[in-house]
């Protein structure tokens, strides 16, 4: 009995399940449906009933309730307590046309109820518009499953915790992300007002507020302690949803935060190392440039002493005469300055990093300063710096000694490269520039170069062709010009030899 058309289009014909212990009864069904395109089962009582519709499944039953033994609103009730066949759609048939009967049996779930002896075409419209109407039902529940599977699966897969606020701002839906934030099972969470499972300590008042008034509120950092005593950071963002319900989105941002911290605290150490090993090394260049110090202290307070006793000679006088002493004195006052300049000098070079870090400065002034030092070094070694500063040179931001730390490196290294050139050579070459948006300063000098296997290596630490080096110099200078986002490079001299530069960006 399978219509010829849904056969066809590969489709199964709906099974509409007759039950009557009636066999003439039975018949008359079956006749006035046997032609609408269904597939016809029949039961004859009860149990029999019950047992059919389990294993096929109809799409309806059409159900007798007179019947010896069970009868049929046990069938009904038997067919609506079991899962499998809850759905199924029963019209019932009676002679019955009591209203009481007909209450019973919509009260158990039936959708239809059609009295004997019926007619015909009345129980052909009325199983057409129940078949319709369970198709649509059927079709809806799949869409509705369909999606709630979506919903469900998109709120699993999400990291967030997400929280569904009631009118009455008590938590009606959490995610497993929500549940386990809140640290609380499922049941536990539901029906709970989120203040109670959370408490949002300072932030609570603005919290509630924009709850309350369903205004859209974004925190990037929201301290939060869970019931169960759980300190948290969260980002967190609440908004409206249709008929006054909330949503309520917290990211645990905890231990994102500490990694920051952690990384922020290692960050800060290494910068503190660097700071330790730049002060070590100018300490050490200080040590090397002692007995060159020492030299150049010495002069000027040999001619102090020399002053002071010419002046004692003029005071052993019966009248001495005032304006010569106070010549000498005057003298012996720019000596006395002379050697504590030059103590002042390495004093500064050699101090510990300053606090306040980077300040303005005028490149031209800090290089005179670095080549007044370096010229210690400069009359030992035999070899002369010529300065040649560049006038309206902007400024930049920069840790001065830092940066003379920078020049001194540059201009002991060419002057132990020139050790020994030849006199028409000149001496070291120390220049300030600017360059599109750097300012910068260059140390030039024409002595033994670097081969193209120093070149490559020459910014890593303990690199040296030098007896006693230790191979720090440039490497130091590389990682304080990288602190301050500039720029430090060698390139050959054209006339022989080597020029480096250092350049920082304009202020
Ligand atoms: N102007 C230069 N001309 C030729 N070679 C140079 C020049 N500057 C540096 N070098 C080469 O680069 C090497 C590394 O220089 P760096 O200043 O880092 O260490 P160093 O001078 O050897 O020792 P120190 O730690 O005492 O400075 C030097 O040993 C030298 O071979
Ligand atoms: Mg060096």
New binding site residues.
């Given amino acids: 009995m399978i219509n010829m058309n849904e056969a066809a289009s590969g489709r199964r014909a709906e099974q509409v399940l007759l039950v009557d212990d009636n066999p003439t009864n039975l018949q008359v069904l079956y006749k006035t449906l046997e032609n609408s395109g269904y597939t016809l089962l029949a039961a004859r009582d009860g149990e029999q009933a019950l047992s059919i519709a389990e294993k096929a499944l109809p799409s309806l039953l059409l159900l007798d309730i007179m019947m010896p033994g069970m009868d049929g609103f046990e069938v009904c009730r038997r067919l609506k307590a079991n899962p499998e066949t809850r759905g199924i759609p029963v019209i019932f048939l009676s002679a019955l046309t009591d209203t009481d009967a007909k209450v019973e049996g919509f009260s158990l779930g039936a959708v239809d109820y059609i009295s004997k002896p019926f007619q015909a075409e009345e129980v052909r419209a009325r199983v057409r518009t129940q078949l319709r109407i369970h198709r649509l039902e059927m079709e809806l529940a799949r869409r509705n499953a369909e999606l709630e599977d979506e919903n469900f699966q998109i709120l699993r897969a999400v990291t967030e915790a997400i929280f569904g606020l009631d009118r009455q701002g008590r938590i009606s839906s959490a995610n497993p992300q929500a549940e386990s934030l809140a640290g609380r099972a499922h049941q536990q969470c539901i029906g709970e007002d989120l203040f109670t499972v959370f408490d949002f300590q300072s932030l609570q008042p603005r919290i509630e507020k924009a709850l309350a008034e369903g205004e859209r509120l974004s925190l990037d950092e929201v301290k939060l302690r869970t019931t169960d005593g759980r300190d948290l950071t969260v980002a967190m963002y609440c908004a409206a949803l249709e008929g006054e319900r909330r949503v309520v989105v917290l990211r645990d941002i905890t231990d994102w935060l500490n990694n920051q911290h952690a990384l922020e605290a290692a960050r800060e150490e290494l910068h503190s190392q660097r700071q330790h090993l730049a002060h070590m090394e100018r300490l050490s260049t200080g040590g090397e440039m002692a007995a060159g110090i020492a030299h150049e202290v010495n002069q000027p307070l040999t001619a102090v002493s020399n002053y002071a006793r010419v002046a004692q000679r003029f005071l052993e006088q019966e009248k001495p005469d005032k304006t010569k002493l106070i010549e000498i004195l005057d003298k012996i006052v720019v000596q006395s300055q002379r050697a504590s300049d030059v103590i002042q000098r390495l004093r500064s070079y050699i101090r510990k990093p300053t606090t306040e870090g980077r300040i303005p400065l005028d490149l031209n002034t800090v290089m005179q300063e670095v080549v007044m030092l370096a010229e210690v070094d400069s009359r030992i070694n035999g070899v002369a710096i010529d300065f040649q500063p560049t006038s309206d040179l902007p400024g930049t931001l920069a840790d001065d000694v830092q940066v003379q730390q920078i020049g001194l490196?540059l201009i002991r290294?060419?002057m132990?490269?020139m050790r020994g050139a030849p006199e028409d050579f000149g001496g070291v070459l120390v220049r300030t520039y600017r360059e599109a948006d750097d300012v910068g300063f260059a140390v030039e000098?024409r002595?033994?170069?670097?081969s193209a296997e120093?070149e490559e290596k020459?910014f890593s630490p303990f690199?040296?062709?030098?007896e006693g080096?230790?191979?720090?110099?440039?490497?130091i200078c590389q990682s304080i010009v990288q602190a301050h986002g500039g720029s430090i490079g060698y390139r050959p001299n054209p006339k022989g030899?080597?020029i480096?530069y250092c350049q920082f960006p304009v202020r």
């Fill in positions: 490196n290294n060419a132990e490269a000098d002595g033994c170069g670097l120093m020459l690199v040296t062709t030098k080096g230790m191979g720090v110099g440039l490497s030899g080597a480096f």
